[in-house]
C-alpha cells in the first residue's frame, strides 16, 4: 500500500528565504508525482506534475524534483512571498489514476 | 483551465438527515470523477471513484449505503452523505478527469460539511 509522508508539517520562514519541502513514498512503481497548493478551506491547485520518467519540471518560482529510485520528491520556492504562504500537498499516482496525497506541509512566509 | 465547480460550498445539517453535494465539470466532459474526504490537519482520501453511467467504485472501508453517489451525465456527480452524523462532519472534494488531459485531476473547491 502506497504511503505518502511529507515532511516538515509547518514551516515558517522570512520573505525571500528560498525554501524546500520534502516528500517521500514507499512504492517506487508511480505513474506520476503532483504537487498541490491548498489555500485554508479552499481547493487544491495543481503547481507542477512530474511524469515517473521525468527527473524535475519548473513553473515560475517552483522547481519540483523526483527520484523514483530513492522515493523521493523536493518542491524548491525560490524567493518566498508573502502570498505563498498555503498548504502544500504532495500527491502519487500509481497507474490507477487514482491519487494518494501526504499530509501536506503548512508554509507560512512572513513579511 | 478546466473548471470544477461545487455546490453547495458550505453546510450544515442536523444528524440523521441526508445531505446531497454536487460536483461539475463546467467546460468539458468528465467520465470520471473522484470524491475526497479531508478531515481537519489530514490527508485527502479517496472515498470513491464515480464512473458515468456505472456503478462507483468505494475505497476499503467506505460504507457504500452511506455515500452514494451517482454519475448520471458526463458532467454531474452527486454524493449524497445519508443518515448523517457528526463524525461524518468534514471536507469534501470532488475532482474530475479531461478526457484529453487524463494525467492531471481538476478539483472542485470543496463542500465544508457540518453536521450537529
Known amino acids: 500500500k502506497q504511503e505518502v509522508t511529507q515532511i516538515p508539517a509547518a514551516l515558517s520562514v522570512p520573505e525571500g528565504e528560498n525554501l524546500v519541502l520534502n516528500c517521500s513514498f514507499t512504492?517506487?512503481?508511480?505513474?506520476?508525482l503532483q504537487w498541490f497548493r491548498q489555500d485554508p478551506g479552499k481547493g487544491l491547485t495543481s503547481l507542477l506534475l512530474i511524469q515517473s520518467s521525468q527527473r524535475e519540471q519548473t513553473s515560475g518560482r517552483l522547481n519540483a524534483s523526483l527520484d523514483k529510485s530513492s522515493g523521493r520528491s523536493t518542491l524548491y520556492i525560490a524567493a518566498s512571498q508573502p502570498g505563498d504562504s498555503a498548504t502544500y500537498l504532495c500527491a502519487v499516482a500509481s497507474g490507477s489514476e487514482k491519487l494518494v496525497f501526504g499530509k501536506g506541509t503548512k508554509l507560512t512566509v512572513n513579511p | 483551465g478546466a473548471v470544477v465547480s461545487q455546490h453547495p460550498s458550505r453546510v450544515i445539517c442536523k444528524s440523521g438527515t441526508s445531505v446531497k453535494i454536487e460536483c461539475r465539470s463546467l467546460?468539458?466532459?468528465?467520465?470520471?470523477m473522484f470524491w475526497y474526504r479531508q478531515f481537519p490537519k489530514q490527508s485527502l482520501m479517496l472515498m470513491a471513484t464515480?464512473?458515468?453511467?456505472?456503478?462507483?467504485?468505494?475505497e476499503q472501508g467506505v460504507e457504500k449505503d452511506k455515500f452514494l453517489i451517482n454519475h448520471a451525465s458526463l458532467t454531474l456527480s452527486t454524493l449524497t452523505v445519508t443518515s448523517a452524523h457528526p463524525e461524518d462532519s468534514s471536507f469534501y472534494i470532488c475532482?474530475?478527469?479531461?478526457?484529453?488531459?487524463?494525467?492531471?485531476?481538476?478539483f472542485g473547491p470543496g463542500t465544508r460539511l457540518t453536521v450537529l
Open positions: 475532482s474530475a478527469i479531461r478526457p484529453t488531459s487524463t494525467d492531471t485531476q481538476y
Open positions: 467546460d468539458f466532459q468528465a467520465t470520471t
Open positions: 512504492d517506487s512503481a508511480i505513474y506520476n
Open positions: 464515480s464512473n458515468e453511467g456505472s456503478k462507483a467504485t468505494y
